[in-house]
């Protein structure tokens, strides 16, 4: 791909020194069949003519964007464009070509072919099908009094999840852990007892995990179940620390250094999300009512034999 983009920068810099008029390419082939004339008007924003076709600046703006978009995908921002003069150079070279041949494909009645009409029409389907759509949802919109109300109803949903600073020993046989424990009771320092005897991998920095939030979800926790009920016991306040409990790779004793309560998160922080999801359940919904409309205004036969 390098070598080939490589050669059509070779080839455009070349046009671009030499003229594209020195290319066959850019001249209209002596044999061609006679096309409709153009019309008189030139729209304002054409930046080429071919033949009787018009390229719009927009349609040159769009192939730019595209070009650009993949050579960045294939890790070769070097050959973006990004100047007027690459532009012209594209333009030339690239959608000038790409007209041209469309034209001479019609002339020869390349679209009358089966195969290619067959394409055509199930493109030109997707096109106006995703146009259709795009209308539709073009017309739907959320407001802040419909996001407001639905914070109101479901405060609940936009609670944060309590936070603990956390600390933890874990040693492979329990009778280390009561030994451990033991201290613990007698006022010795967590911490340094985490550095001492924990087998953790948080030994080297005291136990200490950070905050940790009480995830409710099994399949999203980080550390195993019983962990997180030791931890985020209601009998466990800041400063607490807990008996011994088992885990699956020794026995674990934890302190709770201090708590970061659950609160709702204010309206301001989740305007945006809640617009957003509302906005999407609302296009589902045109969608599905548009659907359903136009089932039982065209007709349609499903048949089913015929599915291989």
Same mark, same amino acid.
């Given at each position: ?29 002596? &044999? ?5 004339? +153009? ?46 003069? &690459? ?50 949802? !073009? ?60 087998? +953790? ?17 099994? &399949? ?12 985020? !016991? ?75």
């Amino acid at each position: 791909m390098r070598r080939y983009i490589g050669v059509v920068t070779a080839a455009a810099l070349a046009c671009g020194l030499i003229g594209c008029d020195k290319f066959p390419f850019g001249q209209q082939a002596q &044999k061609q069949p006679d096309r409709p004339k +153009a019309l008189a008007a030139v729209p304002a924003d054409t930046v080429a003519v071919v033949g009787n076709a018009y390229i719009s600046s927009a349609a040159l703006r769009k192939a730019v964007e595209l070009y650009n978009n993949l050579v960045a995908a294939q890790g070769m921002p070097q050959q973006k464009i990004d100047t007027k003069e &690459k532009k012209v150079l594209f333009l030339r070279n690239s959608l000038v070509r790409k007209y041209m041949l469309y034209q001479e494909a019609l002339d020869r009645g390349t679209d009358k072919k089966d195969d290619i009409a067959a394409e055509l029409e199930a493109a030109k389907v997707d096109i106006l099908s995703q146009a259709m759509v795009n209308e539709e949802l !073009s017309r739907i919109a959320v407001n802040d009094a419909e996001a407001q109300e639905f914070y109101n109803k479901n405060k609940e949903m936009m609670r944060d999840p309590e936070r603990r600073g956390v600390l933890e020993i874990m040693t492979p046989s329990e009778d280390e852990a009561k030994q451990v424990n033991i201290q613990l009771l007698q006022n010795a320092d967590f911490a340094a007892l985490a550095r001492q005897f924990s087998k +953790a991998p948080s030994a080297a920095s005291g136990g200490d995990l950070g905050l940790i939030a009480l995830e409710f979800d099994p &399949k999203k926790r980080v550390r195993f179940d019983k962990f997180y009920e030791v931890a985020f !016991s209601p009998s466990l306040d800041a400063g607490g620390i807990s008996s011994i409990f088992k885990g699956p790779d020794g026995y674990y004793i934890v302190k709770v250094e201090k708590i970061e309560k659950s609160e709702v998160k204010p309206f301001a922080e989740v305007k945006a999300d809640i617009k957003e999801a509302l906005l999407y359940d609302k296009r589902q919904e045109a969608i599905t009512a548009l659907a359903d409309k136009l089932t039982g205004q065209i007709k349609v036969e499903v048949r089913e034999e015929k599915v291989e």
